[in-house]
């Protein structure tokens, strides 16, 4: 069995801002790990995912995150947020073999202000 | 194209209705998921197809009838629902079932009255 921790249900940050919205994960077994996103009513959209490979995955609009093994962690990053960056972020966790489902995280509303 | 298309936006049943809620891609995806999400919660899975067939049932109540009929359409059939049943209702699919990233629809928002 896997679980997510998404320990900060908000976070409000000023435009321009740097972010970091944490999320730890807990399996027996090796996993995949993905950060979706939820803009206001709409459905969740992938925004960056490990698979394998380089612990550091980039997203197209700025976003990355770093998987940490020893501290079993998937934090996502971004330098300088936007207005538009206003959504529910979900860390999600696969095992990475057998008939795995997705694991969400409660989320993590990420507030912009001006 | 990576588009998952559900219909319809939304829905307004009473109780004793019958609706159906669609969905499709035309990814060649053969996994399809149909998940519940409450207001500020995460999505909660319901069912998984694999290949045109039901792999899981998350003890999801018999007035859900999920319905693949091709590996690129997917019906949830929704008979005597609760108001509780009230939520956005996402389908989802994936390149195959188990540790691939699932591409989400935009949801269909289902009000029971």
């Known amino acids: 069995a896997q679980s997510v921790t998404q320990l900060d249900s908000q976070v409000p940050v000023f435009e321009e801002a740097p972010v970091e919205l944490r999320c730890n994960y807990s399996s027996s077994v090796s996993v995949y790990l993905f950060w979706y996103v939820q803009y206001p009513n709409q459905g969740l959209q992938l925004l960056l995912k490990?698979?394998?490979?380089?612990?550091l995955v980039e997203s197209i609009n700025g976003f990355e995150a770093e998987f940490n093994k020893s501290q079993t962690s998937f934090h996502l990053r971004k330098p300088s947020v936007h207005i538009s960056d206003t959504a529910e972020y979900f860390c999600a966790v696969s095992s990475n073999s057998g008939y795995s489902t997705l694991t969400f995280g409660k989320g993590t509303m990420l507030l912009v202000s001006p | 194209d990576t588009e998952v298309t559900q219909t319809p936006k939304h829905l307004v049943m009473g109780m004793t209705n019958k609706k159906s809620l669609k969905c499709e891609q035309h990814?060649?995806?053969?996994?399809m998921y149909w998940y519940k999400q409450k207001a500020k919660k995460p999505p909660e899975l319901m069912f998984v197809?694999?290949?045109?067939?039901?792999?899981i049932n998350e003890s999801v109540p018999s007035r859900f009838s999920p319905e693949c009929p091709n590996s690129s359409l997917l019906n949830l059939h929704l008979h005597a629902l609760q108001p509780e049943d009230s939520a956005l209702y996402l389908c989802?699919?994936?390149?195959?079932?188990?540790?691939?990233?699932?591409?989400f629809g935009p949801g269909t928002r289902l009000t029971v009255t």
């Open positions: 490990y698979l394998s490979g380089s612990t």
């Open positions: 197809y694999s290949y045109e067939k039901l792999s």
């Open positions: 990814m060649g995806h053969r996994a």
């Open positions: 989802a699919s994936s390149q195959e079932s188990g540790p691939y990233e699932q591409y």
